[in-house]
């Protein structure tokens, strides 16, 4: 079991898979969902990741031949009141059949990958959001990692996320 990047030509599906047996349904009536737009997309951002690293990143955890989870990040983000730049995350996403506390560890690995991505590529702050209806779980665990949580957001300065990531927090 590791994570790797996400292979363009190997991952696409599973990915689209999990995300919409896992996910599909929290924007049903909201967003008419497309698995042909969400592949292109992914298939986009795996291709780009084999030629630029600092763009976007997409992982795959896997076991096997098994997908148990995949993070995607960008960057590019701005708010309106700043001109520092965000990294954001587009998705954490776990099999949610494995066992709670499986689930738990691959987030933190998810999130730490976020960290190290991020200050890779110099951007100064991470975001995580969740659409999910119940984002308790998943923001505690950003909270526990030093991140501001304001609802569904979860923000840290990158700095300062990787001297937590150092200290083994």
């Not at 992914?42 to 630029?52: D, G, S």
């Amino acid at each position: 079991m590791a994570w790797y990047l996400a292979n363009p030509l190997t991952d696409v599906q599973q990915i689209v898979d999990l995300a919409e047996d896992n996910f599909g349904w929290e924007v049903e009536g909201i967003l008419t969902r497309s698995k042909e737009v969400f592949r292109h997309r992914v298939t986009v951002a795996a291709t780009e990741q084999v030629f630029n690293k600092h763009r976007e990143f997409l992982a795959v955890y896997k076991e096997g031949e098994r997908l148990l989870g995949f993070c995607w990040f960008d960057r590019g983000g701005y708010t309106t009141y700043s001109y520092e730049e965000i990294s954001n995350a587009k998705f954490y996403s776990v099999d949610m059949t494995l066992p709670a506390k499986q689930r738990v560890r691959l987030v933190h690995e998810m999130i730490d990958q976020h960290i190290l991505w991020a200050n890779m590529c110099g951007v100064p702050v991470i975001c995580s959001t969740s659409i999910r209806e119940d984002q308790n779980a998943f923001m505690r665990i950003h909270d526990k990692r030093g991140f501001s949580v304001n609802g569904s957001y979860a923000w840290i300065r990158t700095e300062k996320a990787m001297e937590l990531l150092n200290d083994g927090r």
